[in-house]
């Protein structure tokens, strides 16, 4: 069964802290890993990550993919209150000529003044 | 203005009650999915379409149906046979599931809450 397990499910900081958020995954065919951010209603994309090694970077946000160890992740340096979100992650799998997402359970990150 | 739209905002369900869910893209998108959002639980994928009259099973299916006869629209029905309809629902759309790699990101509608009543 594809699983992908975001840790920690759960994450409370202060403005100007740098979180790191984790991401692994086991599944079969995997295509590509993307990190989505949820505010209060539709996930909005951050980063799509094919190869590993290659560090993917928007401003105080970055991600990397170790496709060895099968794992990701989602850094943001200096954060802030409008951090505050659910952070989900996401493996593209590739199934016959079908293709879909299998997401994590998310991190909720919550960042204090 | 470009994007998903998704109908209605809030919905209630009687017992025993079909719904149906609307969703529609204008991003001339190929494949469009939808997934359920519970708490704690992250989204977990219903049904998905990657071309029009043709729809394949996510995970749990079971108690939805949806249809795919125009390439702007895949509502999705809850049917009575879903026993644990409260959720929130998402739908979502991508340029193809089988197309190039770059192309593969899915851009969310802003979702529709279902309560039962």
């Known amino acids: 069964e594809d699983k992908v397990v975001q840790s920690p499910l759960s994450l409370v900081v202060h403005e100007g802290d740098t979180v790191t958020l984790n991401c692994s995954y086991e599944?079969?065919?995997?295509?590509?890993l993307l990190w989505y951010k949820q505010e209060k209603k539709a996930p909005t994309f951050l980063f799509m990550l094919?190869?590993?090694?290659i560090e993917k970077k928007s401003g105080r946000l970055s991600s990397i993919l170790d496709k060895k160890e099968l794992f990701s992740i989602l850094n943001i340096t200096a954060t802030q209150t409008g951090d505050s979100a659910i952070y989900l992650c996401a493996v593209y799998l590739r199934g016959g000529s079908n293709y879909k997402l299998t997401f994590g359970k998310g991190t909720l990150l919550t960042v204090n003044p | 203005d470009g994007g998903i739209t998704q109908s209605p905002k809030y919905l209630f369900r009687k017992e025993g009650q079909n719904v149906t869910l609307s969703c529609e893209q204008n991003?001339?998108?190929?494949?469009m999915y939808w997934y359920r959002q519970d708490p704690g639980q992250g989204l977990r994928l219903i049904y998905y379409?990657?071309?029009?009259?043709?729809?394949q099973k996510g995970d749990i299916a079971e108690g939805y149906s949806v249809s795919r006869e125009k390439k702007e629209s895949f509502p999705l029905t809850v049917t009575s046979a879903q026993k644990n309809p409260t959720a929130f629902y998402l739908c979502?759309?991508?340029?193809?599931?089988?197309?190039?790699?770059?192309?593969?990101?899915?851009?969310f509608g802003p979702g529709t809450r279902l309560l039962v009543l």
């Open positions: 379409s990657q071309i029009v009259n043709d729809f």
């Open positions: 599944v079969t065919n995997f295509r590509s």
């Open positions: 991003l001339n998108h190929d494949a």
């Open positions: 979502a759309s991508s340029i193809s599931g089988a197309s190039a790699l770059a192309l593969e990101t899915q851009y």
């Open positions: 094919t190869s590993s090694g």
